[in-house]
């Protein structure tokens, strides 16, 4: 069993930058896929952005709408993601849901509200 919390979400500008962090009960380092979804009112939820486990090179991936603005990245020492997001417009605006994803199985965090004002 993972258990996830996210933080970091809020309110920003368009323009503007936010962290999110996820932190997670146990070890990460053996998780193969971590990553952050996001679900705006009205909307399903989407993949913002995923990274694979350290055996496998920490290789993120991302969904285009992102790509060039969005960072991810794990620290396992801390079994800790980031999503690290500048360049934020109001279409961002949605709770960021953090993910951990095994081969049978996955774990959701709680999720955090980001909203970007024009």
């Known amino acids: 069993q993972v258990q996830l919390v996210e933080s970091g979400g809020g309110l920003a500008q368009a323009g503007g930058s936010l962290r999110l962090s996820c932190a997670a009960s146990g070890r990460i380092f053996s998780i193969p896929a971590m990553g952050w979804y996001r679900q705006a009112p009205g909307n399903g939820r989407e993949l913002v952005a995923d990274?694979?486990?350290?055996?496998?090179?920490?290789?993120?991936n991302y969904a285009d709408s992102v790509k060039g603005r969005f960072t991810i990245s794990r620290d396992n020492a801390k079994n800790t993601v980031y999503l690290q997001m500048n360049s934020l417009k109001p279409e961002d605006t949605a709770v960021y849901y953090c993910?951990?994803?095994?081969?049978?199985?996955?774990?959701w965090g709680q999720g955090t509200q980001v909203t970007v004002s024009s």
């Open positions: 990274i694979t486990s350290a055996f496998t090179g920490n290789v993120p």
């Open positions: 993910n951990a994803r095994f081969s049978s199985s996955q774990y």
